[in-house]
């Protein structure tokens, strides 16, 4: 039966000796073992009672087992839905009443913590632990590798990716498996990967980039991964000479940089360094440069559209761009107002269409609606321009989005938390220029009348709500918010004021 997912990126290494992870014990896990894993977690998920089109949300560390259930998610035609280990329960309760998620997988050692919410939300809670452990791979591991494979469509959905909304409220972007499976054999052409591959991961693998960009780009191409629990500078350094390749956020970089043993020699034998996901500092990819040799290849994508631009391996990579529509991308700069599309060298909003742009947001048709065009283009909601050769430049964001270290903060999520807290009349979160971080939120808020915030007690009412990286690094107090005359707080106001905070 086909799954177009499934027969390009894995059934091709069944049975295959060669490596597909290096762990952090030491240990080596081959593509044969990989997916012979995957293939008894697919039996648990039918034993579940899971079939094609049900959801499993799941907030695990990163593992190989944490990588088998996103296969096993693709054979039996279940829909993967990765969630942020940093998510609180309260978030955590969210995701899966919106999707209506069947089965839950979390860490063993928040599995007491999360039940009410697994329960509330009528999804059946189990556990998966690091090497093996928890009561999902428990079951998995007594019952027989399924070896049959879910029939799917291109068009079928293969993943909910949640992304926060502007109004607060985060919506399930829905990529099917043709939107994956194109982009990963798109960008393996376009970086040159191989299966003489061996690239450094370091990323989390619950957002596009780590899981998809990285890990199915070396699916699609049978090289090996060097699997890193999270990115630690001096241990990514202990293994660069094992790899060949690196994808990153720009804070890896600028992190990377701060270590003397970043040198020429060091990655010598590296062949490509990739960033993504947030700016790259012009002065970044030049210190880079002078350091190791290397000019890191910047690109451009999205959850909701894959990767859609990227600066060419083989020609000029031009620092401060994110080079070029990939191969089968189209990329307009439209007028914010008018929707019309621009010339070459006006700023513009960016909008993209092709094999790469997902189906709409999970039960929000209207939402679906309003971000695409009539002629199937999606509002990226990023601002650009392109160059006279072709070259895009992120000029800045329309939405109100703060990207601090590569994750998104959606400051709407942040104020209404901030907003409901007693003796704060309103508030207004913006984002600064943070030398680690690129950007760091800070929180302005405006105290009721007479009233004295306890800027402790915000601090708790926020850890209580809101992932760890969402939590503004600053609480600042005004009497009041700039507005212009229409009354709309002037947040770039407040980033002035606030922009030499953490210089
Ligand atoms: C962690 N913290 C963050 C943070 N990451 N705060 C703000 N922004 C972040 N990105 C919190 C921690 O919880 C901790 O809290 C404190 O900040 C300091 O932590 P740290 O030890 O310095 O952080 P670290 O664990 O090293 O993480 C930093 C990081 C990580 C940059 C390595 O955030 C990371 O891996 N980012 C990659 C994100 C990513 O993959 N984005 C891709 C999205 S897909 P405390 O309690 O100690 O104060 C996408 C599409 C595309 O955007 O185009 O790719
Ligand atoms: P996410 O919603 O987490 O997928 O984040 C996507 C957003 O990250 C995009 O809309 C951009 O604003 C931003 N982004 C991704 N790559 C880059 C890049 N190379 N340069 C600047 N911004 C980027």
Redesign the pocket.
Known sequence: MPNPLFDRLFAPHRGSARPFLHLPDGSTLSYAGFLDRAARFAAALRAAGLGTGDRLATQVEKSADALAVYAACVQAGVVFLPLNT?YTAAEVGYFLADAGAALFLCDPSRAAELAPVADAAGARLETLGAAGAGSFAERAAQLAPWDGVADRAGGDLAALLYTSGTTGRSKGAMLSQDNLLSNALTLAEAWAFTEADVLLHA??IF????LF?ATNVVLATGGAMILLP??DAAQVLRHLPGASAMMG?P??YTRLLAEPGLTREATAHMRLFVS??APLLAETHAAFEARTGHRILER????ETN?NTSNPYAGERRAGTVGLPLPGVELRVTDPATGAALPRGEVGVIEVRGPNVFLGYWRMPEKTAEDFRPDGFFVTGDLGVVDAEGYLTIVGRQKDLII?????IYPREVEMVLDAQPGVLESAVVGVPHPD?GE?AVAVIVPAPGARPDPAALGAAMARALA??KQPRRIEILPELPRNAMGKVQKNVLRERFRGLFA
């Open positions: 940093a990323l989390p957002h596009t980039h780590g960009v999270r990115f956020v804070t890896f993504g996901s451009y994508g999205m959850t990767m601090s270290g590569g994750y998104n971080l760091a760890r990286y």
